[in-house]
């Protein structure tokens, strides 16, 4: 299998939700990427080599039109830039079942998604008041009416299986797993170690680039102003090897051995870069 660097694009972190584990709830909440910034960014993809690309927040569909902009962009340098996948995450709390909920889904087909993804199945969400469980006869009638065009889903229960952003602090003594897998539960695709091990850069709603969701390391630069080929040129080995080699070659490398970080990926960033 191909490895292929995923571009995870924050267009804002904006929800209506929240969620005790949320990372987004250790800094500024309430930022969205203006129109024109998204475009910029988008335009300093990399050119001549495949990649995917992952728009989630916050919550999505608060900034539907940017957005719908963003698909609307993206459709037309697709091709160009060699965008593989192209997939947005959501919490699933605009699903009704009603023909604006079904327009949307095929918005986004029209607009070339291949992947809608609800990542609210968990504890966490629930905990927050979210139960995406009961609205899966939404997601069922979704995936019969696109089946094999786009593939809509819910997270899969490996999710579940680490705990990260704040759940690590919030939730220090919880064991508890995903009790209540959707029924589109595909172990092998975000097993622990996939995650892990994908190549992933995060583009926050400020237009920085970084490392790691948890937006612990230190930004790499501005995917708004430079070229994402230069700020990746410029990466110094240890994060290149964080980026295609994964976490544990940079905890081998300094000496690390965090007991069980499979499990709490946060805590090993909180570690490596605490300083
Ligand atoms: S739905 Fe997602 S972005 Fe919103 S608060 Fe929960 S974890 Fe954070």
């Not at 300094?254 to 805590?267: I, N, T």
């Amino acid at each position: 299998m191909e490895i292929m660097p995923n571009y995870v694009i924050f267009l804002t972190n904006r929800c209506n939700l929240k969620c005790p584990h949320c990372f987004w709830e250790n800094g500024v909440r309430d930022q969205s990427l203006s129109k024109k910034d998204l475009k910029r960014i988008l335009k300093n993809l990399p050119n001549g080599r495949s990649f995917n690309i992952l728009l989630t927040g916050g919550e999505i569909t608060l900034e539907k039109d940017l957005l719908i902009y963003g698909l609307e962009e993206l459709k037309k340098i697709r091709k160009r830039k060699g965008v593989i996948n192209l997939e947005v995450q959501t919490n699933g709390s605009w699903l009704k079942d009603d023909e604006e909920t079904y327009n949307l889904f095929e918005k986004f087909y029209e607009l070339g998604v291949n992947n809608v993804q609800f990542a609210s199945n968990d504890q966490f969400h629930r905990t927050a008041g979210f139960d995406i469980r009961k609205r899966q006869h939404i997601i069922d009638k979704a995936e019969k009416r696109f089946k094999k065009r786009m593939q809509v889903w819910g997270v899969y229960a490996e999710s579940d299986l680490y705990k990260r952003g704040r759940a690590v602090e919030n939730f220090p003594d919880s064991s508890e797993r995903c009790q209540y897998p959707l029924k589109y539960e595909k172990p092998t695709r975000y097993s622990v170690g996939d995650e892990l091990r994908q190549p992933r850069f995060y583009i926050f709603p400020d237009g920085n680039l970084n490392i790691c969701e948890s937006g612990i390391p230190t930004p790499l630069g501005s995917a708004i102003e430079n070229s994402i080929a230069t700020i990746e040129r410029k990466m110094s080995e240890e994060h290149q090897a964080f980026i295609w080699k994964g976490i544990s070659s940079v905890l081998t490398q300094r000496g690390l051995h965090l007991e069980g970080y499979e499990e709490h990926p946060c805590s090993c960033c909180r570690e490596l870069y605490k300083d």
